[in-house]
């Protein structure tokens, strides 16, 4: 995750039509159905970390340490879910992982510009390891420290511009940077849940993104969706980690960790219409995509309109389109399709700004249903998005779509 989010969104704009087209190919068992593609994160042409090593950072007297060490240790030894979530990208393995404990206590409000000096300090120092171009230093502030940057607060949970993480980079000298990341030990959506899980599944969005995208600010490298498909990243971002990050099922366990860590993007398996959200995807997958072939700007943003598909709606109008259901193998039966208002959900609307009307609910691959949308109001972002569920037992799929006006 990156606060400046919206610069993604205007880096896509420029890079023409690498989305869209036609879907996938049907099979010849007719799994999948045709559809819509699904979105590609694309490079902004940046390096990635060929051969990553993490300093891990963490302070005296920090009562998660051991568990902490102990994820590290995993992660470092599980192979698969490393590769499997970045091998795509070009990363390749991780060459090592090493612990660093400071004995002193950080200040209780700290910028993105202090970390950024002590962290500096610390190098030069030699209290830490030296920073090459593939030394992702990875910050474990405890629950005390609140960082602010962007507008918004570590864990702060309540500001549109609040975070759980985040991952940058710094000049330390002329031409050379440095990769750092902070996860925050924020508190759990799912009650009960072990304080080290929900660290755990932070630190591994941040590392796999500070790997796939080591330098946001200097030289971007995976920060950005295809054009046809930028409502996606309106959600929770454009890197690979935030395409996934608000899957109902978003974390697991993987072979070889006991805690937490997340599914991210792969451009792959979106492109065969298997689950995108990998490694150990689900499986079958199944999702419902709506037919979208209007141009709709998204005005909102810091850098002025930027167009993607969408649905164009004038306000107080309706409009009817299709989604079309496929799944890459047979389900156990049909799936519930529904649709959510993401402005008053997600972004502040205090009533809803669309509603929805189906001809049918329920469906499998193959199947065909219509959606009419009605425009009630505009939106807070200038634009309307939405978001597609597709529910099947205790599995849910989705997929974003925006409403233009």
């Not at 190098?123 to 030394?135: Q, S």
């Not at 230093?137 to 500001?159: A, E, K």
């Not at 971007?220 to 409502?231: G, K, T």
């Not at 709506?290 to 993607?308: A, K, N």
Request: proline share 9%.
């Amino acid at each position: 995750m990156k606060i400046r989010a919206l610069l993604p969104l205007l880096a896509a704009s420029v890079l023409g039509a690498c989305g869209g087209g036609s879907g996938p190919a049907e099979s010849n068992d007719g799994f999948p159905a045709p559809h819509p593609p699904m979105p590609q994160v694309v490079s902004l042409g940046g390096p990635v970390t060929t051969a990553p090593k993490i300093v891990e950072i963490t302070f005296q007297g920090d009562p998660l340490q051991a568990e902490i060490d102990t994820f590290m240790e995993q992660l470092a030894g599980a192979t698969e879910y490393w590769k499997g979530a970045t091998a795509e990208y070009g990363v390749g393995p991780l060459t090592a992982v090493t612990s660093v404990t400071l004995a002193e206590k950080p200040a209780a409000q700290l910028a993105d510009t202090d970390v950024q000096a002590w962290l500096k300090t610390k190098i030069l120092a030699a209290e830490v390891p030296a920073a090459d171009e593939n030394t992702i230093y990875l910050i474990y502030y405890p629950s005390s420290t609140v960082v602010t940057m962007g507008g918004g607060s570590l864990c702060g949970m309540t500001g549109a511009n609040d975070f759980e993480g985040y991952h940058d980079d710094f000049a330390i000298s002329p031409g050379k940077y440095v990769i750092y990341g902070i996860a925050g030990r924020c508190p759990s959506p799912v009650a009960n849940l072990p304080e080290i899980d929900e660290l755990s599944a932070e630190a591994s969005h941040e590392l796999i993104e500070a790997a796939t995208d080591p330098f946001p600010t200097d030289n971007p490298a995976y920060i950005a969706v295809d054009p046809d498909h930028l409502a996606w990243e309106l959600l929770s971002g454009p890197e690979i980690a935030d395409m996934c990050a608000a899957n109902p099922d978003a974390f697991y366990t993987p072979p070889g960790i006991t805690t937490f860590v997340q599914h991210v993007w792969s451009n792959a398996a979106a492109a065969a219409s298997h689950d995108p959200c990998e490694p150990n995807g689900t499986t079958p997958y199944f999702n419902s995509a709506p037919v979208m072939t209007d141009t709709v700007q998204i005005p909102h943003t810091v850098f002025g309109p930027l167009e993607t598909q969408g649905v164009d709606i004038p306000i107080g109008a309706s409009k009817t389109i299709e989604l079309d259901l496929y799944s890459d193998a047979p389900t156990s039966g049909p799936w519930t399709v529904s649709a959510i208002d993401l402005s008053s959900t997600f972004f502040g609307a205090a009533n809803p700004v669309l509603s929805f009307s189906f001809d049918k609910t329920t469906g499998q691959n193959g199947d065909k249903l219509h959606l009419t949308i009605k425009a009630l109001a505009a939106g807070p972002l200038g634009a309307s998005p939405f978001w597609i569920e597709s529910d099947l037992g205790q599995i849910s799929k989705f997929w974003v779509g925006v409403v233009g006006n």
